[in-house]
């Protein structure tokens, strides 16, 4: 997205700015309807945000009322009495996703600094960032299947191991079921990874040549300029990657549910099973009868919504501000 | 003052420290690095080969012309043919909702922040928002539907509901690539249209998007495969059934749906189908969004 846009009826002196969009003659009528269609669906992109807003805020107003803000810290959840609290799902939510940053990072910044540095010839290296890339495009449920049936009889072993050898670490406490927070945490790093790696090559492809010939210049590695120069001068996209990365991790709903087990509790270890907001989502708005459960549900949606907006129009912006400034 | 060679004018003991092999331990940590970042690499690559290959081993096995004409069998019946035909059909039935919907208001909306907006305060800031609907979770996107047309008993659990929620999706992709598409078309072609005596109308669809139109159809398509692997949002808006679809209000199968019911189902012979599903599911999908990037790559 380049800013400076060459604009359209300004490039050369007219009488008034409206001289070219006026138009005359039998078309005129079609003209002056289309320009008013595209204008209002426009706009109605903008309501549709607040659509979403206003329906799902309307909808969590019972269980608002009910619950208040100690819905956020309550734990229990029980629909037989109508008892809901959403820290098992808040704390699945955010735990999975920072797993999933730990090891999305990492990887998708390597694969950015493999895919845009001279360390591999053109011809490899534009295959890796499309396969990478297409990692992105197959649908989430397949992921989840893939992981049911291959990835958690592969993490295993090592949960097993893990538990076999640290079990007095409070992370690696409980006998792993193969189900759980580390492996959901697994399945959304391979998720974000296509985030993570695209957005951060772009920033690395767009810092200056020279600033990379002159720190090689100068004596330093190819390493040296990468941890010098490249990485502190993207960082500000590549911390925009990764919140955009997280965001997506945040609302993944089918891969997570799939593996992560769908209990809800809170428990110190990642071999443990767990639960996220988008996950009981899936599992309960289906079957959801009782208004009260609904309008829960809505406000575990509703607080879903709110982060994962915050987090987008961070990411945006910060993507954005570094855009303008190069 | 040039007849002296520059080599004499370099301090010897610096001469000699520029002949000097790199210290070990920046050789170390350079081709280290190096070493890791490959190793990065070639674990993030591995996933994508893993699914790809499990997809066509296991999926292959009970690939037949039978899956797409079939309705899906009674658990434990082997003596009926076996197949997903009212899934796949369920799918397409809710992409052609969301693509009727999403598809010429999207398209209309990338014309706007094109040819309208560009540059403009209105129209960043309408970029702005629509990129922020690019990031909603897509089950937030069901559960607006749901609460839209389910809750406010418009249709029970239906294809509508479960295409409404669908062109949620799609709707800010389409525009934005809309407009990236808009974007690259020359200046000079609306000037020259303009000079001619066309309104903006004509030379918005003669010029403009008659010039995109390939492009456009890759961003739509991409669209298009995406809501054809949403799952969340199906969940609860269309339900499922496993029976032919009975008409845009009732509840409708989905191939996604089918995958993740027979994913997690106990039956062995469900989980193999599952891959089956997913064969077809990933064909359509790959193949479609290949197809497109291959389009565009060749444009650019």
């Known amino acids: 997205m380049s800013e400076p846009h060459v604009e359209n009826n300004r490039q050369f002196p007219l009488q008034s700015e409206s001289d070219l969009a006026a138009s005359s003659g039998k078309f005129a009528w079609f003209d002056q309807g289309f320009t008013w269609l595209v204008y209002g669906l426009a706009f109605a992109m903008v309501a549709l945000l607040f659509w979403i ?14 619950f208040g803000l100690s819905f956020l810290w309550s ?103 193969g189900y759980g927070m580390s492996s959901a945490g697994v399945i959304l790093a391979i998720m974000v990874l296509p985030t993570m790696a695209a957005i951060s090559r772009e920033v690395l492809l767009a810092v200056p040549k020279e600033l990379r010939s002159g720190s090689m210049s100068l004596g330093a590695t190819r390493w040296e300029t990468i941890f010098g120069v490249l990485l502190p001068a993207g ?20 891969a997570v549910t799939m593996v992560i087990g769908n209990t809800a509790q809170i428990s ?59 | 003052m040039h007849d002296r060679p520059i080599a004499e004018k370099i301090d010897p003991s610096l001469a000699a420290e520029l002949r000097r092999p790199l210290p070990t331990y920046r050789a170390v940590f350079n081709s280290g690095m190096t070493a890791i970042a490959l190793l990065l690499t070639a674990l993030a690559i591995l996933p994508l080969g893993s699914i790809l290959l499990e997809i066509l081993i296991r999926g292959g096995q009970n690939f037949s012309w039978a899956v797409f004409t079939n309705i899906p069998a009674p658990v434990g019946v082997t003596d009926v043919p076996n197949g997903f035909g009212n899934a796949i059909l369920g799918t397409l039935m809710m ?44 089950i937030i996107a069901g559960v607006f539907a749901y609460g839209v047309l389910i809750l406010n008993k418009v249709t029970q659990f239906s294809a ?17 690539t809309t407009e990236e598409a808009l974007k690259l078309i020359p200046n000079h072609q609306r000037l020259g249209s303009a000079a ?22 890759t961003g739509v398509l991409l669209a298009v495969a995406r809501a054809a692997g949403e799952t969340a949002p199906l969940l609860f808006t269309a339900l499922f059934s496993i029976s032919w679809p009975d008409g845009l209000f009732n509840p409708t199968p989905a191939l996604s749906v089918l995958i993740y019911n027979y994913a997690n189902s106990p039956d062995i012979g469900q989980n193999q189908m599952a891959w089956t599903a997913a064969l077809v ?20």
């Open chain 1, 53 to 66: 807003s206003f329906i799902i805020f309307e909808n969590a107003l019972p269980a608002i009322r009910q």
């Open chain 1, 75 to 177: 734990q229990e959840w029980n629909v037989a009495d109508l008892k809901f609290g959403a820290l098992p799902f808040i704390f699945g939510t955010l735990v999975s996703s920072a797993l999933a940053m730990l090891i999305a990072v990492p990887v998708g910044l390597a694969v950015a600094l493999i895919t845009s540095e001279d360390i591999l010839p053109a011809s490899v290296r534009s295959p890796i960032a499309f396969m990478v890339e297409l990692i992105a495009a197959i649908p989430s449920v397949i992921i989840g299947l893939w992981g049911i049936f291959v990835l958690i009889p592969f993490l295993q072993p090592i949960q097993q191991w893990l538990y076999d050898h640290f079990a007095w670490i409070p992370l690696f406490s409980t006998p792993p079921a």
């Open chain 1, 235 to 254: 960082i500000s996209g590549i911390v925009g990657a990764a919140i955009l990365a997280l965001g997506r991790a945040l609302g993944e709903t089918m």
């Open chain 1, 268 to 326: 110190p270890s990642l071999l443990d099973v767990a639960y996220t907001i988008p996950a009981v989502l899936a599992n309960e708005f289906g079957e959801a009868l009782d208004g009260l459960h609904v309008g829960a549900l809505m406000y575990l949606a509703l607080i879903l919504f709110l982060v994962t907006l915050l987090v987008n129009i961070a990411s945006v912006a910060l993507v954005k501000f570094i855009s303008r400034h190069n």
């Open chain 2, 95 to 138: 992409v052609g909702i969301a693509s009727a919907i999403a598809i010429p208001v999207g398209v209309l909306t990338g014309i706007f922040l094109s040819e309208f907006g560009r540059g403009t305060k209105i129209g960043n800031s309408i970029r702005f928002i629509i990129t922020i609907l690019t990031g909603i979770p897509s």
């Open chain 2, 160 to 176: 509508v509901a479960g295409g409404f929620a669908l062109a949620v999706i799609m709707l800010p992709i389409v525009a934005l």
């Open chain 2, 196 to 217: 001619l005596g066309a309104n903006r109308l004509q030379t918005t669809f003669r010029v403009v998007v008659a010039a995109a139109i390939p492009a456009i159809t």
């Open chain 2, 281 to 300: 599911l990933v064909g359509l999908v790959l193949c479609i969004s290949i197809i497109s990037r291959i389009v565009t790559r060749r444009k650019q």
